[in-house]
């Protein structure tokens, strides 16, 4: 991966941010940030993901590269998915539901808003390997992800709900919150895995209870 560091102080600096509020944002260190703009060490795709977001730039901008490259088509393509999944979601809300006994599973996920009310791509990659198994095993059960600002919104709609490991430590409370619906907390291994049958296995077993 190119050296960034230059490229990242000069975006921070130019927001007038600190290390510290930076730092803040995307939920790490300052040491962090200070180590990426040195050079010392450099962010994941994720949190490169989450930079572009902060400052509106692609990755590739990000990385220094001239020419629109993978992660220009593959974020463009990931926009306009975003954009109709949301006016599907609209739409699916405002239309009666069939009587076939759907079944709702909703995996809630914290993230900052700058980055997406979907969750993060990880959790959306996730999203995508249980909805594969529940047609490939023709289960009547629907799985859509939302950020964790909105679970007042969605919880109540869920038959069952799954929580990425930065938000499992509301487990407790949201199983007081929604009495009867089962919370299950995703483990760090499982979730950086995406280990889809596991946590596939884990909803069909509390939803025939």
């Given at each position: 991966m190119p050296e960034i560091g230059e490229k990242?102080?000069?975006l921070r600096q130019s927001k007038k941010m600190t290390q510290k509020t930076l730092a803040e944002i995307l939920n790490v260190t300052p040491?962090?940030?200070?180590?990426?703009e040195r050079n010392k060490s450099q962010p994941d795709l994720q949190t490169l993901i989450d930079l572009s977001k902060c400052f509106n730039i692609t990755i590739d901008e990000m990385l220094g590269n001239k020419r629109p490259s993978f992660f220009d088509g593959f974020f463009s393509k990931k926009r306009g998915r975003d954009h109709m999944g949301k006016m599907a979601q609209k739409l699916k809300e405002n239309t009666p539901q069939n009587h076939d006994n759907r079944?709702?599973?909703i995996i809630f996920d914290k993230t900052f808003s700058l980055i997406s009310d979907k969750g993060l791509l990880q959790?959306?990659?996730?999203?995508r390997k249980l909805e594969l198994l529940m047609q490939e095993n023709q289960q009547k059960i629907d799985v859509d992800t939302y950020n964790s600002n909105q679970v007042d919104q969605y919880g109540q709609l869920a038959d069952a709900i799954l929580l990425t490991?930065?938000?499992a430590y509301a487990k407790d409370s949201l199983e007081k919150k929604f009495t009867g619906t089962?919370?299950?907390a995703i483990s760090k291994k499982d979730y950086g895995v995406l280990a889809a049958e596991k946590i596939y296995h884990q909803l069909i077993t509390v939803?025939?209870?």
């Open positions: 990242l102080k000069e040491q962090a940030i200070s180590k990426w079944k709702k599973v959790t959306q990659m996730l999203n490991p930065t938000f089962p919370v299950i939803l025939k209870h």
